[in-house]
């Protein structure tokens, strides 16, 4: 049986509707269940196809567990059985329908209707596998998650001033009057009746999340508040309150700490470029000379992000850092002629001899004239080739140079100079040369190019 991956477009994009839509289930429901209320309506059915659809997708999708990936459906449903599967069948079985339909929307039948509930905790798995799949930044993943809780905690809050009494179910709209009247020569007092108005359910609802966001947010404005001769409202109202004060107390003291680790990598980058700017003023660099500086550490952070490829690849075990290194260089090495079908054990020691270099616009990759003693592989912009002070060609992404002086050891015959910023891989010669005298069939391949360039060069 052939399952979905865990970490497929579809799941992640299950996830992602997961998230809002157990918000939605979990606050309806309750809020149903609250006022006594059972609508099996179309969003209803809807939200019922969505809980067994998550059902179904765990029996059907590889799962990580310990770190390892289990792709077999016993394993995958074994799993599932002893994590989330319980909570999941109880969300997708409608007790809703089955309390409408026999009438049984109270009593010891809406603990049944409560265990779907439990569903909204998944929540917190879902986040932490989004996190593995898009490796977002941990600070905003928890920010996520905080956000999520708040709003349940806010209508859960809101649900409890309802159920304690403190959310008025009805609006004197016009206030009872009392006057004095003359009738039939005597002076008497006539009271009117105030006229009330009855609030709906989700009007009492909605005056009950304004109290607990005053409340909660330490506002306060004091319009609603509990009843004086209310013991259960007066203690309601004292915790969450200190619910509120805690809350705010957490907000405010993280906050400094989400603003520097939201992105870790530009506060570092922020910092060296500081450095590298007080230098430049100590040394009294030339402002020309400092412009270019900037603009080189502008487009690291645009390209690179202030990552280093040395430092990332160093952290690798040797042989995943080769399986990343013949990754990045697979084209460039399938373009340059000299490369092209070497085996693997020939190609996997050839990209640890790499160095990478960045040229700015207008600088001079190699010089007309100059001893060769490296090539070049342009792996990101372009260049144009200098004959004296005549362009004779251009070069893109991919393309080799500088490999027939580095042969030779002649003096190069043409300068190149970078159009846009270029990235470019360099091999010196003494690399160049150990790779010729360990593998013969690369040195007869480079001695067959050379004479079938020097050939073409006589019949030129």
Same mark, same amino acid.
């Given at each position: ?35 006594? #209320?059972?609508? /099996?309506?179309?969003? !209803? *059915?809807? &939200? =019922? ?5 998550? @059902? +179904?997708?765990?029996? $059907? ?79 905003? #993943?928890?920010? /996520?998650?905080?956000? !999520? *809780?708040? &709003? =349940? ?5 809101? @649900? +409890?001033?309802?159920? $304690? ?296």
């Amino acid at each position: 049986m052939t399952l979905i991956r865990h970490d497929s477009r579809l799941r992640l994009f299950w996830g992602l509707a997961l998230i809002p839509g157990n918000l939605i289930f979990g606050t309806v429901l309750s809020y149903h269940i609250l006022f006594g #209320m059972t609508h /099996t309506d179309w969003f !209803y *059915w809807l &939200m =019922q196809v969505v809980m067994w659809a998550d @059902l +179904g997708m765990d029996f $059907v999708t590889t799962r990580k567990h310990r770190r390892v990936v289990l792709t077999d459906f016993k394993s995958v449903a074994l799993c599932y059985m002893k994590g989330w599967m319980v909570v999941d069948l109880l969300a997708a079985i409608p007790f809703e329908y089955i309390a409408e339909r026999t009438g049984m929307t109270e009593g010891w039948f809406t603990i049944f209707r409560v265990l779907p509930l439990l569903k909204t905790f998944k929540v917190s798995t879902v986040l932490s596998d989004l996190q593995d799949h898009l490796h977002l930044n941990p600070a905003m #993943m928890r920010l /996520t998650s905080f956000g !999520y *809780w708040v &709003m =349940q905690g806010l209508h859960a809050i809101s @649900l +409890g001033w309802v159920w $304690v009494g403190g959310s008025p179910g009805e609006i004197d709209e016009t206030p009872s009057k009392t006057v004095w009247v003359i009738r039939e020569g005597r002076v008497e007092q006539e009271t009117t009746p105030a006229v009330t108005r009855k609030f709906t359910s989700f009007e009492v609802y909605l005056r009950a999340a304004y109290w607990t966001v005053t409340t909660v947010g330490t506002i306060g404005y004091g319009d609603y508040s509990p009843s004086k001769d209310n013991n259960l409202q007066i203690t309601y109202a004292m915790l969450v309150e200190l619910v509120g004060v805690s809350v705010y107390g957490f907000v405010v003291g993280n906050i400094p700490g989400l603003i520097a680790n939201r992105d870790a990598a530009k506060a570092a980058f922020v910092r060296h470029t500081g450095e590298v700017n007080e230098f430049m003023r100590l040394k009294s660099l030339p402002l020309e000379i400092q412009q270019r500086v900037r603009e080189y550490y502008d487009y690291l952070w645009e390209t690179r992000h202030n990552i280093s490829d040395t430092k990332v690849l160093g952290d690798l075990p040797n042989s995943l850092s080769l399986d990343v290194l013949i990754f990045l260089n697979r084209e460039i090495l399938q373009k340059v002629e000299f490369f092209k079908n070497a085996n693997e054990i020939f190609i996997r020691e050839i990209v640890k001899m790499f160095t990478t270099e960045v040229f700015l616009p207008g600088d001079f990759i190699i010089r007309q004239g100059e001893f060769g003693d490296c090539m070049y592989f342009l792996s990101n912009g372009n260049a144009e080739v200098l004959v004296g002070d005549h362009k004779v060609a251009t070069l893109g992404a991919g393309s080799p140079f500088g490999e027939m002086a580095l042969i030779s050891g002649d003096k190069r015959t043409a300068s190149i100079r970078a159009v846009t910023y270029c990235d470019v891989y360099c091999l010196q010669r003494g690399a160049f040369e150990r790779l010729r005298s360990r593998y013969p069939e690369f040195d007869a391949r480079v001695v067959q190019i050379m004479e079938e360039r020097a050939n073409s060069n006589k019949k030129g």
